[in-house]
């Protein structure tokens, strides 16, 4: 059992405390420890205390001697904090509250006096119960990896600890079984419930060849695997780390309370000594009277609503986002989604499966569709792009032979040249075509047909050179298939309320709207370089003011860096992306941006209330205690109960979505 440390509201506690709210540490997740067992002594005494008063059944001695062992019991949770803030002289809360306490008991009021402190107790320990409900959570999470793996070793599997298993090594997985490290399946099919990754509860089917992640169940199949990532490099461990991280990141909202805080305290301390002090030097009030109300002015003006009504709302929202596999990077991204108006997609891989194939080849001047493949599959072998995978692909799966080109040169947004059997060739998109200089009409219509289909076109042909002109000498149609809820997923985002969703594509622009129009996106902008999608970026910024862009996280990281939020789709095992984007969604599942945003509104409404909430009553109270109709009591029940009452709202975030 640690020493108790200070409110969440000194500003010289650790910076783990400042997101939740407690004076003290209050023992373990179920409530036992040294501190809660003080802390229920204390109500009992209390309890008996009140009892006796009021039935009169024990002397005034008797009664005050149990008051003051309840204040004694309780004071666990004030006065060690209480004391740093003296030496240091900042006020915080417990100060607050001792100094009340003590004057309660002065003026002959302990039972108000014993019940303030265990009234008090009551609310931090609850408080301090719904931060690790909230943080816990998340930490859930790491017990679903095993500690120990059946790993092969010398011709035999063996069981060790999982941080003793090397990468490449190969591990095995019974039916039932949590998977213990990422890998490759090599051996072995099964279906696997990926839910603690990417939130989908559906399991996903794994055969040789494909990727799985650490504290991942498998289904009824038995699996061997080869480890690609030791036991701290796991994707389960990196989203655990990236999640507490970002808990401890405060949002501007949490920054503004916490500076509200750091002066509001001793501003209200200093009230209080007014209040007690001026009416009775000047005026000829009552010692007693006077003392009694700087005494409830000081309870009813202790900010724990205020101090905990917004770190408790962040932590809770982000691991309902969490729990559904949607990593947010901090409570400032939160707070940002929850503000978004307008939202930039890209095309391939976002609403389009990003799997494109070719739909056919046309010949212009070649002889064969294989003399076509053959040229573009020996330029395109040097390129990662997707078109240029495609066309490789298809290559292959006609059985058409071809040499990979010498001097290889990339046009970024445009195409690719090289040099094959001796000739300078060029495979590129329609605008490369215009460029070079060898469209004309019969080609032109050509492009246009196929573009009018959604589909994107390789131009192949002869790069003009040396005063020679080019020609086309075919075209290939490359066609990707739209995500299967894609059209849901744009109306669930217009329905959260997003105004405005452009698609940014390097394709061309016909390609483009017909792409946009199935889907219902309210605008397509084609034939972007990556430099242009920046700039499409941020006339969406001077528009809209919040904007968010969606990517691969690596190939649109300039687009992405230029939004207010970056949000990467299908980020699970893809470190690059997992570390570049605001946001990662660990399924490619658009519509999980569409909770997001409402997750992250929800949260902000949460907050404003909580914040109003608690300001209001306390400005009520103020008022009443000035004029002399609040009593210690209801300060004390009004201050505890506005804590629970934000604790209890912000909670509630994490019921707000499940799994699906």
């Known amino acids: 059992m640690s020493a108790p440390h200070e409110h969440a509201c000194d500003q010289e506690a650790k910076a783990h405390h400042d997101h939740g709210s407690c004076c003290c540490d209050h023992g373990d997740d179920n409530g036992s420890g040294w501190e809660s067992r003080s802390l229920a002594l204390s109500g009992v005494l209390v309890g008996a205390g009140l009892l006796l008063r009021w039935t009169d059944l024990a002397p005034a001695p008797v009664q005050t001697s149990l008051f003051a062992v309840a204040i004694a019991a309780g004071g666990w949770f004030l006065l060690p904090a209480a004391c740093r803030a003296l030496r240091q002289l900042?006020?915080?809360?417990?100060?607050?509250?001792?100094?009340?306490?003590?004057?309660?008991?002065?003026?002959?009021?302990?039972?108000?006096?014993?019940?303030?402190?265990?009234?008090?107790?009551?609310?931090?320990?609850?408080?301090?119960?719904?931060?690790?409900?909230?943080?816990?959570?998340?930490?859930?999470?790491?017990?679903?990896?095993?500690?120990?793996?059946?790993?092969k070793r010398d011709g035999a599997f063996i069981e060790v600890p999982v941080d003793q298993v090397a990468v490449e090594e190969t591990v095995a997985?019974?039916?039932?079984?949590?998977?213990?490290?990422?890998?490759?399946?090599?051996?072995?099919?099964?279906?696997?419930?990926?839910?603690?990754?990417?939130?989908?509860?559906?399991?996903?089917?794994?055969?040789?060849?494909?990727?799985?992640?650490?504290?991942?169940?498998?289904?009824?199949?038995?699996?061997?695997?080869?480890?690609?990532?030791?036991?701290?490099?796991?994707?389960?461990?990196?989203?655990?780390?990236l999640v507490a991280e970002a808990q401890e990141q405060k949002a501007p909202t949490q920054r503004f309370v916490d500076v509200f805080a750091r002066y509001y305290t001793p501003a209200v301390t200093v009230l209080a000594l007014l209040i007690f002090l001026t009416p009775p030097l000047f005026m000829d009030g009552d010692w007693s009277v006077w003392l009694y109300r700087a005494c409830v002015l000081l309870i009813i003006a202790c900010p724990c609503a205020l101090v905990i009504s917004t770190p408790v709302s962040i932590v809770a929202g982000l691991t309902a986002l969490a729990r559904l596999g949607v990593l947010v990077k901090g409570g400032a991204h939160l707070?940002?989604?929850?503000?978004?108006?307008?939202?930039?997609?890209?095309?391939?891989?976002?609403?389009?499966?990003?799997?494109?194939?070719?739909?056919?080849?046309?010949?212009?001047?070649?002889?064969?569709?294989?003399?076509?493949?053959?040229?573009?599959?020996?330029?395109d072998d040097h390129s990662a792009h997707p078109l240029a995978k495609a066309v490789v692909a298809y290559a292959k799966?006609?059985?058409?032979?071809?040499?990979?080109?010498?001097?290889?040169?990339?046009?970024?947004?445009?195409?690719?040249?090289?040099?094959?059997?001796?000739?300078?060739?060029?495979?590129?998109?329609?605008?490369?075509?215009?460029?070079?200089?060898?469209?004309?009409?019969?080609?032109?219509?050509?492009?246009?047909?196929?573009?009018?289909?959604?589909?994107?076109?390789?131009?192949?042909?002869?790069?003009?050179?040396?005063?020679?002109?080019?020609?086309?000498?075919?075209?290939?149609?490359?066609?990707?298939?739209?995500?299967?809820?894609?059209?849901?997923?744009?109306?669930?985002?217009?329905?959260?309320?997003?105004?405005?969703?452009?698609?940014?594509?390097?394709?061309?622009?016909?390609?483009?709207?017909?792409?946009?129009?199935?889907?219902?996106?309210?605008?397509?902008?084609?034939?972007?370089?990556?430099?242009?999608?920046?700039?499409?970026?941020?006339?969406?910024?001077?528009?809209?003011?919040?904007?968010?862009?969606?990517?691969?996280?690596v190939n649109d990281a300039p687009a992405m860096a230029t939004a207010n939020i970056g949000i990467a789709m299908g980020a699970a095992g893809t470190d690059a992306a997992i570390e570049t984007a605001d946001i990662a969604l660990m399924q490619d599942d658009l519509g999980k941006i569409a909770e997001t945003v409402r997750i992250g509104r929800r949260t902000m409404g949460i907050i404003r209330f909580n914040i109003t909430f608690a300001l209001g009553l306390k400005g009520l109270f103020l008022v009443l205690t000035l004029i002399g109709h609040a009593s210690l009591w209801m300060a004390i029940m009004a201050d505890t109960g506005a804590t629970l009452l934000v604790v209890a709202n912000a909670l509630r975030l994490l019921r707000a979505v499940k799994p699906v």
């Open 397 to 553: 799966e006609q059985k058409v032979a071809f040499n990979r080109a010498e001097k290889y040169q990339n046009n970024s947004g445009r195409g690719a040249e090289g040099v094959v059997d001796g000739h300078a060739y060029f495979v590129g998109n329609h605008r490369f075509a215009h460029e070079l200089g060898v469209c004309n009409a019969d080609i032109e219509r050509r492009l246009t047909s196929i573009e009018g289909k959604g589909q994107s076109v390789v131009v192949v042909g002869h790069r003009p050179h040396d005063g020679c002109t080019g020609e086309v000498i075919g075209i290939i149609a490359i066609g990707d298939t739209l995500r299967p809820n894609a059209k849901a997923a744009i109306a669930e985002l217009h329905a959260a309320g997003i105004i405005q969703i452009v698609m940014l594509s390097g394709d061309n622009q016909r390609a483009a709207d017909f792409i946009a129009r199935q889907v219902g996106i309210d605008e397509a902008r084609g034939d972007l370089l990556p430099e242009n999608k920046v700039s499409a970026v941020k006339a969406l910024r001077d528009k809209h003011g919040v904007v968010a862009m969606v990517g691969d996280g």
């Open 173 to 241: 997985t019974k039916s039932g079984m949590s998977i213990p490290l990422d890998g490759v399946v090599i051996s072995g099919e099964s279906a696997v419930n990926q839910a603690p990754i990417t939130g989908e509860s559906v399991p996903v089917d794994k055969k040789p060849g494909d990727t799985v992640f650490a504290g991942t169940i498998n289904g009824e199949g038995s699996l061997e695997i080869r480890v690609t990532k030791a036991s701290g490099d796991t994707t389960l461990a990196r989203i655990i780390r």
């Open 90 to 151: 900042r006020p915080n809360i417990a100060l607050l509250m001792v100094i009340a306490v003590i004057g309660a008991a002065v003026i002959g009021e302990w039972a108000e006096a014993a019940t303030v402190v265990f009234l008090f107790g009551i609310a931090e320990w609850l408080e301090g119960w719904a931060d690790r409900r909230a943080r816990r959570a998340t930490e859930a999470l790491l017990q679903l990896a095993p500690k120990i793996a059946v790993v």
């Open 335 to 379: 707070e940002t989604i929850g503000g978004l108006k307008a939202l930039a997609v890209d095309k391939t891989g976002t609403i389009t499966e990003g799997k494109p194939m070719v739909q056919g080849v046309e010949l212009v001047n070649a002889q064969s569709v294989s003399d076509v493949l053959r040229i573009a599959a020996a330029i």
